[in-house]
């Protein structure tokens, strides 16, 4: 039985289609209330005729999950084509009919938020009506779809993603409603701040950004102070995979600083799509990559070529699950591997091995040998890819 929720067309989109990519040379992307408003409008106008033509209405937008529907180009990352295929939500498919009228009910809500200039996070909508709505991640998705058919970033939507990430070292900023941030102090980290697109008068003399991808590695480097032991720097986690604000704080710094990136990572292929899309973006999100990728982050580490160079027992190694497996060809198969000879070299070591390690590895050779020895020597002799 054909799924009535995914009818799938080939369409150019043209010009009226492409996202609204006004941070294409690095800027914020902001859409003014009154295009957002008419956008809304538009689409409730469509679903009107279509109900006085008797027609059943239906919701087109592109479809998101499709890699056929994904280019790639250096400078960017992964970004969604201008032609690709398309998703109807019908209204008179018993299994599409009612993510149509969840998405209409969000719309209304953006529309009045939008109108009384307040915000809400995607947790607050869902809250507001649970039975409804059923998961957060049907919400989720929804207001992905909604941001991908308006051709409008969530931000300008007037809602807010929470936050996991926190952010350490050498940077001050000033938020949105005046509150001046310091993440100098010590061994306590900030949070990522909301409304990234909102903080200004950024100030840092960080020599460079270091990404880590585990919120236990941040806190321990935190604890030995290396955001000021080897040279200033700015410390960002995600705690695993990055949420919206994490990535857009890290291309906004970028932005501002254009200081040399650095990523920390588990020598696992999780660790390696986590890189990726701080670097490259995500199938999903791919129709706002121009404000959330950031091409010229370098991978430092845990790179497997450093497993055997440090001499790390294979004790301390935990062997590949099919998961492992699975996900590592996934990756090998993606359109950037191509242009970066030595990634694919390191995954052919990874693949080879079918050993995985964490970072936590680099304690079997001494209690500090992360913070004293393997990120001091990766930056002064430049051991990154």
Known sequence: MEDCSVCSTEEPSGNKDSFRETSLSGHDSHVPSSEVLEAIENV???VLKSLAQKKAPVLTLANRSDWRNIGFKDSVGLQMIPRCTRKEIRSDCPRSAPKFALMLKILSMIYKMVQSNTYATKRDIYYSDTLLFGSQSVVDNIINDISCM???PRRSLHILS?????VAGNLSYTEEDGTKVNCTCGAT????????????????????MLIVEKDATFQRLLDDDFCNKLSPC????????????????????????????FTLMDADPHGVEIMC??????????????HLTVPSIKWLGLLPSDLERLHIRKDVLIPF?????????????RPYIACQPMWKKELEIMAASKLKAEIQ????LSSNYLSRVYLPNKLRFGGWL
Request: proline share 3%; net charge positive.
């Open 44 to 46: 409730i106008q469509d």
């Open 150 to 152: 308006l051709k409008i």
């Open 162 to 166: 929470t936050t996991r990430g926190f």
């Open 189 to 208: 980290a900030v949070t990522v701040p909301s409304n990234v697109q909102g903080i200004k008068n950024l100030i840092s003399h960080a020599k460079f």
């Open 234 to 261: 700015i410390m960002i986690t995600g705690r695993g995979i990055p949420d919206l604000n994490t990535r857009l704080l890290v291309r906004k710094l970028w932005d501002t600083f254009k200081i040399p990136i």
């Open 277 to 290: 899309i701080y670097k490259y973006g995500s199938v999903s999100m791919s129709f706002e990559a121009h």
């Open 321 to 333: 699950t099919k998961q492992d497996q699975n996900k590592l060809a996934s990756i090998q198969k």
């Open 361 to 364: 590895v680099l304690t079997s």
